[in-house]
Every structure is written in C-alpha cells, then in structure tokens.
C-alpha cells in the first residue's frame, strides 16, 4: 500500500519505533526531533494498539515488527505487560534498543526473553570488555544480539579495537553506520566519507573472513567497492515519541531522513541494495560524486 506524503508517495511502513524517552549515546542521531519527555506507560500502549489493531482496515496495514528504544527502555517494568500484548496484537518481531550501561549494570533477564533482538551501541568510549562479558552472558542465556557502531571521529581513530571484540559466527549483524548530517556541529566534525572508507576496508575483510555478519549503512555502494556487499538498505517505519504520537507520529522516509540519489543511480546495479547518500556530504569539497557501479 503507498502513502502519500509531501515528498510524494511512499510504501506503507509495517514497522513502527516509539522512543520512549532521550536517545542512547553511541546509537546514530538520524535527525528526529528531541522529544520533550518520556512516554507513559498508557501511551506506550495507546500508541501499540494505533499501530496494530488501529491499522487493520481496508486502507491501511497493521505493524508486525516494534523496535522500542530510548535512554532506560530496557528496565521499564511497564514492558513485562506491554510485550505479550504486542504479540497479541500481531507483532512477529520485537528489536530493544538498550545502551551499554543498561547491559554492563545488567537488565532483568525477562526483558530478553520477551524480545527477538537487543541492539547494543559498540563505541570505543565504552569499556568494550565489560561489554563483551555482558554481551555473552546474554547470549548464554538464550538473547539474540546485535551491535551498532557510529562511524564517528573516535570510532574511526579505534575501529580495529572495536572490531576485536566481535566474534563469529554471532546473532548479529553488527552494524557500522557513517553518521547522518544532523546540523553544523555533525557536518564540521565528521571525517570525510573516503576516511571511513578506508578504515572500514582495513577492518572488516578478518570479520568477513571469519562470517561474522556485517552491514553498513550511511555509505552509499559507489564508495564502498569490494565492500558494497555488505550495504544494507534502510527500511521505512513509523516514528513515535512524546511529542509525536498515534496520527501525528513521523515517517522515518521523508519526514526524519531524506536521501539523495543522483541521475547515475538510474544505471547503478546496485541501486535496489544502496540507500543513496546525503546531499550535505555531496556538496562537502572533495567529496566523490555517485557513480553506477558495474554488474
């Protein structure tokens, strides 16, 4: 089903992300507002049932996956209840967006066995090792585990000591994303496309090697080369917080991000993988223009 927006006509989403409360640090700022505080407990559940029950018309399709993140979503004791109702109501798959202190402090083991995947923000910032303890333990406990890494200044500085402490074959995947130009300050301080090219073709071949599943985002296929097989595309969802709730809940595709795809895309064989890039990024100097890759 399509819908229509300002940016013209999108597919319907059957995801929807409620941000219960601020963002995690280490998890990539893709440019939705602040909220301006957190979600209660009654809204957590009012804006589940708009997104399930509420969308099983003739002209619209309920969600079936729910990714809930924000600072302490994990240790909300309001998810014990909500999860089995989000199953109840047609939800195959639920993604938890916890932080690294969250895990290293230790969440409730219920929390893991209601959701099909934690995502755990990996930056050198952390103490990777208490990290990685943490990371095993759950996985010995029967938690699936994903980690995502902000292709920021300092994770670049240290991406092989990032990527030491992936082993595989993991749940995965583990993802690397170059960051989103969400103002002046991300445009001044983050490094060009072309350093976080060639630090994610140094660190990445030994993962592969081993099959540790990796995707990266943010990059477009043109600049990644041997590593374009690992681009994965973003898909669209529904966007909640406190601010913008039930009807007036955002688009991730065009309301919070808006990629660029150029004329040569149209030739790219690698256009139905490759989200496309940031114009900001494009019109930084020196940066490559997209170009088709060859089949």
């Not at 969308?55 to 302490?72: D, H, I, K, Y």
């Not at 600049?223 to 681009?231: E, V």
Request: charged content about 20%; hydrophobic content about 45%.
């Amino acid at each position: 089903m399509l819908r229509w927006t300002a940016a013209g006509a999108v597919a319907s989403p059957t995801t929807v992300q409620i941000r219960a409360s601020l963002a995690h640090a280490g998890h990539a700022r893709a440019g939705a507002p602040q909220p301006t505080r957190d979600l209660s407990a009654d809204e957590l559940l009012a804006n589940l049932l708009h997104f399930t029950a509420g969308m099983r018309t003739p002209r619209t399709r309920p969600c079936t996956t729910l990714v809930l993140s924000g600072q302490g979503v994990g240790a909300r004791s309001d998810l014990v209840a909500l999860l089995p109702r989000a199953r109840a109501e047609g939800v195959h798959r639920v993604v938890l967006h916890a932080s690294a202190e969250e895990l290293t402090t230790g969440l409730p083991t219920t929390r893991w066995a209601l959701v099909d995947q934690l995502v755990v923000p990996l930056q050198p910032g952390a103490d990777l090792g208490r990290l990685k303890r943490a990371v095993d333990t759950i996985r010995a406990e029967g938690g699936q585990v994903a980690t995502h890494t902000l292709l920021d200044a300092p994770a670049l500085d240290r991406l092989p000591e990032v990527v030491a402490v992936l082993d595989g074959p993991a749940d995965g995947p583990h993802t690397f994303t170059y960051p989103f130009p969400t103002g002046p300050r991300a445009i001044a301080e983050t490094p060009p496309a072309a350093v976080a090219v060639a630090a994610l073709r140094a660190a990445l071949p030994p993962l592969l090697a081993r099959g540790v599943p990796v995707a990266v985002k943010g990059l477009p296929a043109c600049y990644l080369g041997p590593l374009a097989s690992t681009l994965r595309r973003t898909g669209n969802r529904w966007y909640v917080d406190a601010d913008h709730q039930l009807d007036r809940a955002l688009l991730f595709f065009p309301d919070v991000v808006a990629f660029h795809k150029g004329e040569a895309c149209r030739f790219c064989a690698a256009s139905d993988a490759c989200d496309g890039f940031f114009r900001a990024w494009l019109d930084r100097p020196g940066a490559q223009p997209l170009h088709p890759v060859e089949p």
